[in-house]
């Protein structure tokens, strides 16, 4: 168990709907870190919140959104769905938002789109 | 535009012999340098790293070698064993691996499977 908490593990929705991924960070850990892994693809970055606020903007789609609670757990909303958005999702969390300290990945959840 | 590239999908080894992944950068910008391993079914997870101002890092049996001025990183793992099995990911970041940023770069991955 990495302490990083993802929910759910898997997902199975239509297209044209809106899911939610929720993810629960290392605890002391203050960012968070979505990232998508397609098929036969690398992780993408799509955006990191640090302690509530929006830090860093990757590949994110306008179709996309997320947000980070008081509590410091993270929200990736995913809307419109396509076939297309079927991949892995993975949230990561470290403690320092500057200098390097480790991401800490949670086991993802597996969303596909039929 | 891949920054990232590991250009070998797999990798097959015997067992207790040397293994040696690559990965190729394309951002002379990037200062630090990562390795993930990834089971099935579980998030990637922190193997070794190394910053743009040294050009090897070793821990235990994984070391990393830097070749800056080629842009190239490898991964050797020695001596290689069966759980070593899994997919590694190459990553690369700008200003400390994470810095002010936060984003990792990564590559496709490299799938190890170290045979008995």
């Known amino acids: 168990d990495s302490g990083v908490t993802q929910t759910p593990k898997h997902l199975i929705t239509a297209t044209g709907q809106r899911v939610t991924l929720r993810c629960s960070p290392r605890s002391g850990d203050l960012s968070v870190y979505w990232y998508q892994q397609s098929l036969d693809q690398g992780l993408q970055f799509l955006i990191q919140y640090y302690n509530g606020e929006e830090r860093a903007k990757g590949n994110i789609l306008e179709r996309f959104s997320a947000q980070q609670f008081p509590d410091l757990h993270s929200e990736l909303n995913l809307s419109s769905l396509e076939l297309g958005d079927s991949a892995l999702y993975f949230c990561?969390?470290?403690?320092?938002?500057?200098?390097?300290?480790?991401?800490?990945f949670g086991s993802g959840t597996r969303l596909t789109v039929v | 535009d891949q920054q990232v590239k590991q250009n070998s999908p797999s990798l097959s080894v015997q067992e207790g012999r040397i293994s040696i992944l690559n990965c190729d950068y394309t951002n002379s910008m990037f200062d630090y340098f990562l390795w993930y391993k990834k089971y099935p079914a579980e998030g990637p997870t922190f193997l070794i790293s190394?910053?743009?101002?040294?050009d090897k890092n070793e821990d235990g049996r994984f070391t990393v070698f830097l070749n800056k001025s080629a842009k190239h990183l490898s991964l050797h793992i020695v001596p290689s064993q069966p759980g070593d099995s899994a997919v590694y990911f190459c990553?690369?970041?700008?200003?400390?691996?994470?810095?002010?940023?936060?984003?990792?770069?990564f590559g496709k991955g490299t799938k190890l499977s170290v045979k008995p």
């Open positions: 190394i910053s743009s101002i040294k």
């Open positions: 990561a969390s470290s403690p320092h938002l500057e200098g390097f300290a480790g991401y800490t």
């Open positions: 990553a690369a970041s700008v200003n400390g691996a994470g810095g002010s940023q936060g984003n990792l770069i």
